[in-house]
Each structure stands twice: as structure tokens, then as C-alpha cells.
T-cell receptor, first 116, second 115 residues
Framework: AQKVTQAQTEISVVEKEDVTLDCVYE???????LFWYKQPPSGELVFLIR??????QNEISGRYSWNFQKSTSSFNFTITASQVVDSAVYFC?????????????FGTGTKLQVIP | DSGVTQTPKHLITATGQRVTLRCSPR?????VYWYQQSLDQGLQFLIQ???????AKGNILERFSAQQFPDLHSELNLSSLELGDSALYFC??????????????FGPGTRLTVL
């Protein structure tokens, strides 16, 4: 069975600090996909990134970066020089095939508060 | 604005009733996904359709059903509603066949309250 653990329930940082959100997953499949989503206080969901299990190259997009390590089953998300607009709940998710279907499992989310 | 529309924004109904939630994907997107977000269950993937056909299925209850019509809009039908079905229901769309290859764009959600 697949599982996604976001152990950090809430994190508070002061603006301009760097922050890392942890995501640990469990899966038996060799082919799977990992995602991060953002849910700001307004409530909408925003897709941030997708990574497949064969691509362990880290990715950077502006102030956002992702560190995928298969050896530790982790897909961590770092925000550099955090801003108030980064305040949101961030979800990590895992997708794998199950019985011919893609099954998606979400973590419980990490609430990030950036204090000005 | 993601380009994905969902109606209604809010829905209040009673236990045992049936409701239909509607989603219109972005122009050109062939896939539609449904998600449920509740305090008890967190965020859950329900089901995905691609060009009218069911493509992926998650934790969707038997009381729930969905379909995607020829014009690509989708409806999520929830029947025999229970208090625990109260949640925010999101629809998302993408161009291709699945979340493994596509960027998903989310609608604003429909908040369902079952009294």
C-alpha cells in the first residue's frame, strides 16, 4: 500500500528565511510519480511540480526547489527567501498504478506561515 | 483564474438527498479529475476521466458516480448523502491522459454541506 507522510503539521518562519517541507513516501512500485500542491488561504489548489521515479535530478524554479532522493524515499520542498505570499498549506502526493488504474495518495499537508 | 469552472460554489442539502456537481475544464483539456477535501479524510483523489472514458479511480464511494460528456464537461453525482460527505469538492483538468504526465489546473471548488 502506498503512503505519504508529511510529519510537519505547521511551520512558522520569518520572512526571508529558507524553509524545507518534508515528504516521505512508501510504495512497492518501481514506477511512480510525486507531486507538490499549494493551497493558499483563499482555498484554491495549485499544482506546483511533478516528478517521476526515474528522474532524481533536483529541480529549481525561482525560489522553489525540490530534492528527490529515492534512497530515503523523500521528496522535500525548499522555499528560499520565503515571502508572506508563500503562506499556505502544502500537500505532497504519490501516484502509482494499481490494478490498471492510477492511484493518487495525498499527505496530510504542512501549513506554512510566513511572518512579516 | 485557472480556466476551470465549477458550479455551484456552495451547496447545502440534507442527509439522504442526491446532488450533482458540475465541472467545465479548460479549453482544450481532455482530462477531468475530481478530488474531495474534508476535515476527517483530508485531500482525496476520487476519479479521473479522459475524453469521456474513466481513466483512474481513487477512493470514490459506491454512492458517488461521475461521467464526462461529449463536450468534455463532467458531473459528479453524490447520492444518499451522509453528514460525512460534507466537504470541498475540487475539479481539475489537464491536456493529456493523467497526472503522471500533465500539469493539472484546479477549479475553485464546490463546498457541500450536508445537514
Amino acid at each position: 500500500a502506498q503512503k505519504v507522510t508529511q510529519a510537519q503539521t505547521e511551520i512558522s518562519v520569518v520572512e526571508k528565511e529558507d524553509v524545507t517541507l518534508d515528504c516521505v513516501y512508501e510504495t512497492r512500485d518501481t514506477t511512480y510519480y510525486l507531486f507538490w500542491y499549494k493551497q493558499p488561504p483563499s482555498g484554491e489548489l495549485v499544482f506546483l511540480i511533478r516528478r517521476n521515479s526515474f528522474d532524481e535530478q533536483n529541480e529549481i524554479s525561482g525560489r522553489y526547489s525540490w530534492n528527490f532522493q529515492k534512497s530515503t524515499s523523500s521528496f522535500n520542498f525548499t522555499i528560499t527567501a520565503s515571502q508572506v505570499v508563500d503562506s499556505a498549506v502544502y500537500f505532497c502526493a504519490l501516484s502509482e498504478s494499481s490494478g490498471g488504474y492510477q492511484k493518487v495518495t495525498f499527505g496530510t499537508g504542512t501549513k506554512l506561515q510566513v511572518i512579516p | 483564474d485557472s480556466g476551470v469552472t465549477q458550479t455551484p460554489k456552495h451547496l447545502i442539502t440534507a442527509t439522504g438527498q442526491r446532488v450533482t456537481l458540475r465541472c467545465s475544464p479548460r479549453s482544450g483539456d481532455l482530462s477531468v479529475y475530481w478530488y474531495q477535501q474534508s476535515l476527517d479524510q483530508g485531500l482525496q483523489f476520487l476519479i479521473q476521466y479522459y475524453n469521456g472514458e474513466e481513466r483512474a479511480k481513487g477512493n470514490i464511494l459506491e454512492r458517488f458516480s461521475a461521467q464526462q460528456f461529449p463536450d468534455l464537461h463532467s458531473e459528479l453525482n453524490l447520492s444518499s448523502l451522509e453528514l460525512g460527505d460534507s466537504a470541498l469538492y475540487f475539479c481539475a483538468s489537464s491536456v493529456g491522459r493523467g497526472p503522471s504526465t500533465d500539469t493539472q489546473y484546479f477549479g475553485p471548488g464546490t463546498r457541500l454541506t450536508v445537514l
